[in-house]
C-alpha cells in the first residue's frame, strides 16, 4: 500500500523558515520524480518545486526561487523542502507528489498535504 505523509508544517511569522517533510513508502520512491505543491484558500493549486529522481535535476516555480529548496534522501524514502525568508503569500496546505513508472504503468501518487501559515 502506498503512502506519502507530510509533516513539518506550521505557524511562522514573515522572515521565518519551515522545513517540510513526506516520508514515503508502497513504491519504488528512488525512481520517481517527486515534487512540492501548494493550495491556498480559493485559488488553484500550484507547483513549488520538482526533483529528479536522482536528485540532480530541480526546478522551482519564479516566486520562490532563492527561498526554498527541494531535496531528497533516496535510503530514507523522503523528500524535503526547506523554506526560508517566507512570506504571508507561502502561506498554504503543501502537498507532496510522486510520480514515476513502476514495471510499464505510469503511476502518480499525493500525500494528504500539510499546513503552513505565515501570520504577523
Known amino acids: 500500500q502506498v503512502h506519502l505523509v507530510e509533516s513539518g508544517g506550521g505557524l511562522v511569522q514573515p522572515g521565518g523558515s519551515l522545513r517540510l517533510s513526506c516520508a514515503a513508502s508502497g513504491f519504488t520512491f528512488s525512481s520517481y520524480v517527486l515534487s512540492w505543491y501548494r493550495q491556498a484558500p480559493g485559488k488553484e493549486r500550484e507547483l513549488v518545486a520538482t526533483?529528479?529522481?536522482?536528485?540532480?535535476?530541480?526546478n522551482y516555480a519564479d516566486s520562490v526561487k532563492g527561498r526554498f529548496t527541494i531535496s531528497r534522501d533516496n535510503a530514507k524514502t523522503t523528500v524535503y523542502l526547506q523554506m526560508n525568508s517566507l512570506k504571508p503569500e507561502d502561506a498554504a496546505v503543501y502537498y507532496c507528489k510522486a510520480i514515476g513508472k513502476t514495471g510499464a504503468t505510469m503511476y502518480t501518487y499525493w500525500g494528504q498535504g500539510t499546513q503552513v501559515t505565515v501570520y504577523s
Open positions: 526533483i529528479s529522481d536522482t536528485g540532480n535535476t530541480r
